[in-house]
């Protein structure tokens, strides 16, 4: 503001740099209060006790710009009774209560109400497992082996059924990869053999890495999942032994699901790859998946993912390698309902219409979802500390939040579009192709 000294803008500015940096938004927080201006002082309070609920300094100091006296201090002394005979003062508005979190906290507790507007049918039969941003999924229940340095989780109890919606993916799965492992005899019978793995692409934040969960926990298979910088060592012929002993530790585990998270820095393509180091490694990423579904490597299934299927060597793809690929798009709207219900579950709303708020947020993705509820909390927690009285989220907030977030998928779109019209080789693209037609992204 104009009226600021150069010192508050100078505070602003660093705060904006490092919003996370309590004591420093604290000073700010001082600066506005010795400026009186105590309604900006209790909002830089209120973001400082979000990024850190227990400081005690953040709270004195929402105390002492709200006006309070502070906690332990004796009550001020009562006025004067009136006389009978006088008539009563007229009720002016109420001065501002203190915000006594633990107070809050005991109110929202008992608070019991329409939470949801939703069908009680459909919501006894939602599912409260999130499909969101890769990096924030659920992990399988389990630990590491003991006998190896890489993670690996035991068999998890999520399940294909855990997945909001997607039925077209979930069919997808079980055609190409789930059936023929079920059913043994029949896979006998029919000649069909177990090698090669699954190629999961689509725009970031939509589940990938947990759907590989739920694959693995239908197959009642431990879980390993693998990134460039587990692979990685500054030493010559390190990084090839980590992928060989990632293999090994699968083969000792079995069954179980080595999962290779952004395949495409994993798997880069060798030609564009300057470093002979990178180069090594998806040479003996290509050996080991020439193992995998024989004998030595029985019970060992490989699942990867990436966002960008075109920057993957490939070689990784040819036939009994990552052969088949299946298209993750955001999620449908029933998935979106799931979704929303699993990240509200347990904070204060009121009156949530799901399915109308799934329609405000066609072509979000799982991480989008989440944000939007982050934000709507946001919107209710900085009402609640500026007014010291407790509100629920309601739809006007989680609507507000949904308009100011731009889906995430869409510059995916915008760069995948190019490649599947010009660059489909092989048909690989046509679920991608048929997707942009039908959402008249061409």
Known sequence: MSDESPLIRSLRTAVAAAPDDVPLRLHLAEMLLAAGRADDAVAEAAVALQYAPADADARALMVRAMGLPPAGSAPPPAPSAPAPSAPAPAAGPPAAPGFDWAAAEQELGGVVGPRFVADPDAAEDAREHPLTSEGSEGTGAGGDAADSPWEVDAPGTVRLADVGGMQEVKDRLEAAFLAPMRNPELRKLYGKSLRGGLLLYGP?????????????????????????????????????????????????????????????????????????????????????????????????????ATNVPWDVDIALRRPGRLDRTLLVLPPDAAAREAILRYHLRERPIEAVDLGKLAKATEDFSGADLAHVCESAAETALLDSARTGTVRMIGMKDLLSAAKQIRPSSEPWFASARNVAMFANDGGMYDDLLAYLKKKRKL
């Open 204 to 304: 970031p934040g939509c589940g990938k890495t947990f759907i590989a969960r739920a694959v693995a926990g239908e197959l009642g298979a431990s879980f390993m999942s693998i990134s460039l910088s587990d692979i990685l060592d500054m030493w010559i012929g390190r990084s090839e032994k980590n992928v060989h002993d990632i293999f090994e530790t699968a083969r000792r585990q079995a069954p179980c699901v080595v999962f290779l998270d952004e395949l495409d820095a994993l798997g880069a393509k060798r030609s564009r790859t300057a470093h002979s180091g990178l180069r090594n490694v998806v040479n003996q990423l290509l050996t080991e998946l020439d193992g995998v579904g024989s004998g030595a490597h029985e019970g060992v299934f490989v699942l990867a």
